[in-house]
């Protein structure tokens, strides 16, 4: 992330926001759907804030500030991320992650952890000197945390208290997918800024730009989020995962179907992706059942109109919620083939079309 510039569904909403730098809250939560750019948001907003000499609001990219950001060491600028984050991003390589306590160093250097899926209450502890520093360039000094959701208890309890009495000139954006599940005292602390998902126009016309082809189909398995269907179109081979289709077409066909080979293969993946495919074609069977237009998986239309006569609509929203319920628990199984071929298993058993015709 070494530069730091909105996309361009965000710059409207940006300058906007940006305009009112005056009476600027010290703490935002700015949330919205997943793979919409909201990092990429925050940052470019940091590099904004810091600006010396801001244009619309909006970073000049030319001045000592804008310089710093761009080079990734900018020293009244943290990121407050997961180690595992931080590593994919990068951070070990930049200075400005590479001080003393950050989450880089310790899960590079010589810890023996393994690196946290958590945002540690430590890395919000080390913050202190920071905040009692003054302002390298006498602006806005920013900290950015993402995802607010990998915040446990304790940091969250630990941030609170930060919030509660913000150090002078210091500015806090959050970015979470689901503010829901945020610490409702954390959240009365924050203004919010929800970020809308671009139209499927402006999306598509974005991803062409950055060459994706096929763009529309990456952009309804992204579920319309034009960042992830990138990113998907960079590291899958195609926008239906193949066990997913190989799953459709045996549902389609009905009866005796294995699902232990799939099992196999899925469970391979963390659980909670391959569910969400799963209640991502479960909505896709409801709007086929709806007469409405395929929102994930336009390539399956065929078989989920087939699917879509054998479920009856309470039936839909039965298997939806179960599949709700195992995504909550997909984290803490013992066993994720066995648990995989269960989920695989309760779904086939919903399609059977023997089912359909007893009922
Ligand atoms: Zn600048």
Known sequence: MSTAQFFPWQVDVAQQWLGQRERFAHAWLVHGLAGIGKREFVFAAAAALMCESPVNGLACGQCLACGWVAKGHHPDLKRIRPEVMALEEGADQEDEDGAEGSPAAEA?????????????????????????????????????????????????????????????????????????????????????????????????????????????????????????????????????????????????????MNVGQLADTISKEPASQWIELLQRLVIDINLKAHGLEIRYFPVLHKSLAVLCERLAVAQLSELADWLNQQRRVAGHTLNGKLFAHAVLQRIAAACQPTRASAR
């Open 108 to 256: 590079t250097g010589s810890s023996k952890r393994a690196p946290s899926n958590d945002i540690r209450v430590d890395q919000i502890r080390n913050l202190a000197p920071w905040f009692n520093n003054a302002t390298h360039r006498s602006g806005f000094r920013v900290a950015l945390i993402y995802p607010a959701e990998a915040l446990t208890h304790i940091s969250g309890n630990a941030l609170l208290k930060v919030l509660e009495e913000p150090p002078p000139a210091t500015i806090f954006l959050l970015v979470a997918d689901a503010p829901d599940r945020l610490l409702p005292t954390l959240l009365s602390r924050c203004r919010r800024l929800p970020l809308a998902t671009p139209s499927a126009a402006i999306a598509q016309a974005w991803l062409a730009e950055q060459k994706v082809t096929h763009a529309a189909a990456w952009l309804a398995a992204s579920g319309g989020a034009p960042v992830l269907a990138k990113k998907m179109a960079e590291t899958q081979p195609q926008p239906c995962p193949e066990w997913l289709s190989t799953f459709v077409t045996s549902l389609e066909k009905g009866a005796g």
